[in-house]
């Protein structure tokens, strides 16, 4: 609601000049869809009205190293380094929310959501995960569970879509590092009955477009 221009004709010129600074939104206006098409656009964070000290400071903590970590794959390209991994990405048959969630439809219906490699490099020495119980709906766009690093700082992680679950992975819960060796597929957080999966999947960003 800036004058002249919103933040999404803000981020939009930003990606077309191709400015990697990490955006973090921020507004008033907090509803599902503004946070969705936030992190869709091209945002690293949503942050509704009004928040915390603390939830701001994480937030610009994660942006930091995000940027860092942008910032070594320009080098590694530069020096045409192919053997640098800094993250994996997700698997081209899943969707993401933005950089920090993913989401990956199964055969039976069910869908399995998790973080991205990505995010969880941008929380450094994880230290617990908090996560919600079976049965418990989830929405999209708002947090659905809070990784906590060493500094006893809370990180929420955004659901990519909304609905029921039916299964939580306690592994995470007593493994932490199934989330850094594995976060695609044994280090998943939750299986769930979709609310609403065929319009959700739209607001998400199909892995596939992160290998082109």
């Given amino acids: 609601m800036m004058p002249e221009i919103d933040g999404f004709k803000f981020l939009d010129e930003l990606n077309k000049r191709k400015t990697l600074s990490p955006v973090i939104m921020t507004t008033g206006y907090s509803t599902v869809e503004n946070a969705v098409k936030s992190l869709y656009t091209g945002a690293i964070d949503f942050i509704p009205k009004p928040f915390t000290a603390d939830e701001l400071t994480n937030s610009v903590l994660r942006g930091m190293k995000y940027l860092e970590i942008q910032n070594s794959i320009k080098s590694s390209i530069k020096q045409k380094d192919d053997a640098t991994i800094i993250y994996v990405p997700c698997p081209s048959k899943y969707y993401r929310l933005g ?6 439809i199964e055969g039976t219906g069910s869908i399995l959501i998790g973080a991205t490699d990505l995010f969880i490099k941008t929380i450094e020495n994880i230290s617990a995960v908090e996560l919600v119980n079976v049965d418990e709906e989830v929405i999209q766009g708002n947090a659905c569970a809070y990784i906590k690093d060493k500094d006893e700082r809370l990180h ?20 932490k ?13 939750y299986r769930l009955i979709p609310s609403d999966s065929e319009y959700e999947i739209k607001n998400l960003i199909n892995c596939s477009s992160d290998r082109m």
């Fill in 99 to 104: 950089y920090s969630s993913w989401a990956s």
């Fill in 156 to 175: 929420p992680l955004l659901s990519p879509v909304s609905g029921r679950i039916l299964e939580v992975n306690e592994k995470i819960i007593k493994n």
């Fill in 177 to 189: 590092n199934l989330l850094e060796k594995d976060p695609y597929f044994r280090g998943w957080f």
